[in-house]
């Protein structure tokens, strides 16, 4: 069964500057998507990025970028010039025709 | 219309009441799911429609009953439920079963039982 550990409960950033989120999954599959997702305190789970196993490229979308490592099985989400609105939680998720989530890993932003 | 719509956004229940959760979706999208997720926790998978085929988790208890009027609808009805099953339940669609898109989520439904 597939796995998903994100080893850091919680974590603070000052406004505007860079913080790194990390997530480790074990899987056996060869093609696979990860996935990052924000839940705010609206609730509502939203899709940051997301990342394609057989491509080395790590993705990236606006502020937000990925540090994929196949090998080693890390999924790691690099947020540049936080902002407020990227308080939230931010859940590691594994997908192989159903979703795995990690714990989630809390994130405040200082002003 | 790129948007899972849930109502009610709060729900308190008694016990012996019996109530549905609705979520609607319009992106033509061929699977929905309910998930339910207590406070700081990951979410859970409950039920799966996709294709018109159900897929149940067996450790979800019988007082929550899935139904898919159409492609688009997917309620969940609640009966005699219990205080643990206090929770925000999340209605999520996906393009299919291939998740290359990941999946849409609603806002989701608080639900309290007492």
């Known amino acids: 069964a597939q796995t998903v550990t994100q080893s850091q409960p919680e974590m603070s950033v000052q406004e505007a500057e860079t913080v790194t989120l990390s997530c480790t999954y074990d899987?056996?599959?060869?093609?696979?998507?990860l996935f990052w997702y924000k839940q705010p305190p609206s609730r509502q789970m939203i899709l940051v990025i997301r990342?394609?196993?057989?491509?080395?490229q790590n993705a990236t979308e606006n502020r937000f970028s990925v540090n994929f490592q196949k090998a080693a099985k890390s999924f790691s989400l690099k947020i540049s010039d936080s902002q407020l609105g990227d308080a939230a939680m931010y859940f590691c998720v594994y997908s192989n025709y159903k979703l795995t989530f990690g714990k989630g890993t809390l994130l405040t932003v200082n002003p | 219309d790129t948007e899972v719509t849930q109502t009610p956004k709060h729900l308190v229940m008694g016990m012996t009441n019996k109530k549905s959760l609705k979520c609607e979706q319009h992106?033509?999208?061929?699977?929905m799911y309910w998930y339910k997720q207590k406070a700081k926790k990951p979410p859970e998978l409950m039920f799966v429609y996709s294709y018109e085929k159900l897929s149940i988790n067996e450790s979800v208890p019988s007082r929550f009953s899935p139904e898919c009027p159409n492609s688009s609808l997917l309620n969940l009805h609640l009966h005699a439920l219990q205080p643990e099953d206090s929770a925000l339940y999340l209605c999520a669609s996906s393009q299919g079963t291939a998740q290359f898109y990941g999946y849409t989520f609603g806002s989701g439904t608080r639900l309290t039982v007492v």
């Open positions: 992106m033509g999208h061929r699977a």
């Open positions: 990342q394609e196993a057989y491509k080395q």
């Open positions: 899987t056996s599959e060869s093609d696979y998507y």
